[in-house]
């Protein structure tokens, strides 16, 4: 049976003629990456229909138009729910969709209170603390260095060389500077030295299993910043590794099935991880909503080295949101 299938998301091209910036854009999405999503579940055998963002989405429920199933990927753009704007109307309207609801979307952007649940469930990540001015660093009980970020941004926002922060007076200038860009607190962790790498998981509760785990390596520079300029020039600045079957990989995948349970991802998402000096993985982030440009997205490029295609990985993901939601599914 072929389903139509509509696309949420934020065309980074819409916006920049609407007048916003590049940094203001960076986490949307290119053409290519809906083409190739559009082009991987027409080959499932269904019918897409292309939304785009969540004002457009509102003025196609209020017009009548439905469908059997909407592949989101809408990042939205003000305040640290944004995530959540088109979850939350597809729900208004019992509309099932890909990818985690605005609850796990919303707790996931605030990198502090993921932080607070996973730390809660039992799983290790970096002491932290956030801020809202400069004058809330007196007395700041970290262990330096630090590394310094937006609270509530993606796709590694607000994150520069000079994020990794070795004393209290370089702290300051940068919480400064962060809070002026980007209007909103300031996550300051412990900085971890080790390694560092990414894991995708996929399905929901107790079929979630991982896709794949690599590590990212900086090339010439192990202290390297995994910055907005390194991912977009990814080719000058790092390599990806599969992590071998190791007791290293068993360790990241629990974390990392670990945190995807605790805040309750569905259908696909990637979880990011580092090692302390002493080589034990500690949570950094999670991503609900992971990248799907099919050539440089961490989530694609992972599931590429575990032998995963482009269609398979969107196939996968269509077919675990369709039987969650318990709709008829067909093709793949």
């Not at 300029?229 to 071998?244: D, F, M, Q, S």
């Amino acid at each position: 049976m072929s389903l139509t299938i509509g696309l949420t998301y934020d065309l980074r091209a819409d916006y920049l003629a609407e007048g916003f910036t590049d940094d203001q854009v960076l986490e949307f999405d290119s053409a290519e990456t809906i083409d190739a999503i559009d082009d991987a579940i027409r080959a499932l055998g269904h019918a897409t229909d292309r939304i785009g963002h969540a004002r457009a989405l509102c003025a196609r429920l209020v017009k009548g138009d439905r469908w059997d199933l909407v592949f989101n990927i809408a990042e939205g753009m003000y305040g640290r729910c944004r995530e959540a704007l088109v979850p939350a109307l597809l729900d208004a309207y019992r509309i099932p969709y890909t990818f985690s609801d605005g609850l796990t979307c919303a707790v996931t952007l605030d990198k502090a209170v993921a932080k607070k649940l996973v730390h809660a469930a039992g799983i290790p990540t970096p002491r932290f603390r956030v801020i809202s001015a400069t004058d809330e660093l007196h007395g700041l009980d970290l262990a330096f260095p630090v590394f310094a970020k937006p609270v509530a941004e993606g796709t590694g926002k607000g994150v520069t060389a000079a994020s990794r922060i070795e004393s209290p007076a370089m702290l300051a200038g940068v919480c400064a500077e962060l809070l002026r860009l980007y209007a909103q607190p300031v996550l300051i962790e412990e900085y971890l030295p080790g390694r560092e790498f990414t894991v995708g998981v996929w399905g929901t509760d107790d079929d979630a299993r991982v896709v794949g785990a690599m590590e990212v390596l900086f090339n010439g520079n192990a202290a390297a910043a995994y910055t907005a300029h390194v991912k977009k020039h990814y080719l000058e600045h790092v390599r990806y590794a599969r992590v071998p079957e190791s007791a290293l990989r068993n360790k990241l995948c629990a974390l990392a099935l670990g945190a995807y349970r605790a805040l309750e991802c569905r259908d696909a998402a990637r979880v990011d991880a580092r090692c302390d000096a002493g080589g034990e993985p500690s949570f950094i982030e999670i991503n609900p909503l992971a990248g799907l440009h099919p050539v440089d997205s961490d989530l694609v490029i992972l599931s590429k080295l575990e032998g995963m295609s482009y269609g398979e990985l969107v196939g996968g993901i269509v077919q675990r949101a369709l039987a969650r939601a318990g709709v008829a599914r067909a093709g793949h």
